[in-house]
């Protein structure tokens, strides 16, 4: 009888046509108020303001996702999740299945070892389509989830904030990026120095060095944006296709 109940919801869980899914999903006031009462989304440079629910650069993410509408979507680093979240919430928004390869070996601090605890995260905001990485860009690309990933709508790398990781990253997907996608790169427009892993490991922000290379690349499309430690859209140029 319950197996029979049981059955009977899943089939109705699964022949829910989009728009009501998407009726189902929170509105988004109420889900960035949710976001927005966690300190921590609301640092790292994203220009996120809780006094007027303004998610800043994540109005962005949300946009370009929406636009795109791309099956996957790569974020490589992030503090505590803002940016996987709103990709996510995106492509959940967009109900078409898409998902967000999210690649963090926790070097920071512990939050991203446990994958309930990473599950658990992200499910506290209703997101269930982010599957976490924890390694480095340098271990996913050789592993079978990478060799199985086909098209990359969107990339936002904001991982290792140094010239050499920046490229890395930058090499390692831009191949399986479509002409009609997208890779952003955050922390990108200026040289400064971090205290992000301890004060004995400072280093230097040389995304932007990375940057100015991409800039002389006639096939590429390279606009900054002069927002905190800024952001910077790079697109394949229509000639390129
Ligand atoms: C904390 S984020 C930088 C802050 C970022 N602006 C944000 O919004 O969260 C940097 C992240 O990159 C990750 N990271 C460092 N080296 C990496 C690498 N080689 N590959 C992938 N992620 C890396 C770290 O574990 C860290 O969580």
Redo the contacts with the bound molecule.
């Keep these: 009888m319950y197996s029979q109940v049981f059955l009977l919801i899943l089939i109705v869980i699964l022949t829910v046509p989009p728009q009501v899914k998407l009726i189902m999903s929170a509105n988004t006031t109420e889900w960035i108020t949710r976001l927005f009462e966690d300190p921590d989304l609301l640092?790292?440079?994203?220009c996120q303001r809780p006094e007027d629910l303004n998610l800043g650069m994540g109005w962005l993410y949300y946009a370009v996702a929406r636009l795109v509408r791309p099956e996957t979507v790569v974020v490589?680093?992030?503090?505590?999740g803002?940016?996987p979240l709103i990709y996510a919430r995106a492509l959940a928004d967009n109900v078409e299945d898409g998902k967000v390869i999210f690649?963090?070996?926790?070097?920071?601090d512990d939050f991203?070892k446990a994958p309930q605890q990473v599950r658990d995260h992200f499910a506290r905001f209703d997101i269930t389509n982010v599957e976490h990485y924890l390694?480095?860009?340098?271990e996913f690309v050789e592993t079978d989830g990478y060799r199985s990933l086909g098209e990359v709508g969107i990339v936002f790398i904001?991982?290792?904030?140094s010239e050499e990781?920046a490229r890395?990253?930058f090499e390692a997907f831009e191949p399986l990026v479509p002409g009609s996608g997208l890779i952003l790169m955050?922390?990108s427009i200026q040289r400064r120095s971090s205290k992000?892993y301890g004060p004995d490991r400072v280093y230097e922000y040389s995304v932007k060095d990375f940057v100015d290379q991409l800039k002389s690349r006639e096939d590429l499309q390279v606009f900054d944006l002069p927002f905190a430690n800024g952001l910077t859209l790079v697109r394949k140029s229509i000639e390129a296709r």
Excluded at 43 to 46: A, D, I, Q, V
Excluded at 76 to 80: A, C, H, N, V
């Design positions: 640092r790292m440079g994203h490589i680093g992030s503090w505590r803002f940016a690649i963090d070996p926790s070097l920071v991203w390694m480095t860009t340098q904001d991982g290792y904030h990781q890395f990253d955050h922390d992000l």
